[in-house]
């Protein structure tokens, strides 16, 4: 039975979850909660987690190491297709997701307005928010211009990590406006597609009550 370990909200997990469907590979979900220890799982406070991949006797740690795994292992359908030029680029675009935007829509926008205004019933950090609202702009403008050349009929690693990202953004009620009309535009795309439609509707089911409120970026 191949295992997959990790916090069910997390873009990370969501990452790991995609592949595997995208690929066919049956598996379990097994759901960690970042605020519990777990065996398996490191956690790294407040929303980042080291996510896990259990199959036969083996475990792989972390969702880069784990998509890299899976393209070795299991290689139809290819996560990072094409050229060197191109796997580059999508490898750029999953790390730009993973340690620039992460830290600010999901620890900070998504923790703060879906984990603790919500699901805790905790007070929100309103100044953390605003500081990130501030500083996204630039890197969603950045990332609009990355994906403009990213094809959204095949499914790559590039479109998992900003749809599994951004749809973290979007339950912390994240809205793009006109400025981000190409990141916008791709996103829509994607959630066009039946690997990523199908997802939502999973989510949907289980989360829309926790969906915030709209927020819009800063205008400079």
């Known amino acids: 039975m191949r295992v997959l370990h990790g916090d069910s909200l997390s873009p990370h997990t969501r990452k790991i979850a995609l ?16 605020f519990e220890a777990h065996e398996r799982v490191i956690h790294h406070p407040p ?15 972390q969702d880069t190491v784990i998509t890299a795994y899976l393209d070795d ?3 139809d359908p290819l996560l990072y297709p094409g050229n060197p030029t191109h796997r580059a680029q999508i490898r750029w675009i999953e790390w730009f997701c993973r340690y620039q935007l992460d830290p600010l829509i999901t620890d900070t926008l998504f923790y703060q307005r879906v984990v603790r205004g919500h699901i805790l019933d905790k007070t929100v950090d309103h100044q953390a928010v605003n500081q ?7 890197c969603c403008q950045y990332l609009g211009e990355q994906v403009k050349a990213m094809p959204t009929q095949t499914v790559t690693m590039a479109g998992i990590s900003v749809w599994s990202l951004f749809r973290c953004a979007k339950m912390a009620g994240l809205v793009l406006d006109d400025r981000f009309a190409a990141l ?7 959630d066009q597609h039946p690997l990523f439609d199908a997802y939502a509707q999973e989510e949907n089911h289980q989360l829309t009550p926790f969906f915030a409120s709209p927020i819009s970026l800063a205008t400079t």
């Open 184 to 190: 916008s535009d791709y996103l829509s795309a994607l």
């Open 132 to 138: 990130a609202l501030q500083t996204l702009p630039a």
């Open 73 to 75: 292992a299991y290689p």
């Open 47 to 61: 929303m980042q987690t080291v996510v896990a991949l259990a199959e036969s006797s083996h475990t792989i740690y």
């Open 19 to 34: 592949a595997l469907r995208l690929k066919h590979l049956d598996y379990q979900l097994a759901p960690t909660s970042p």
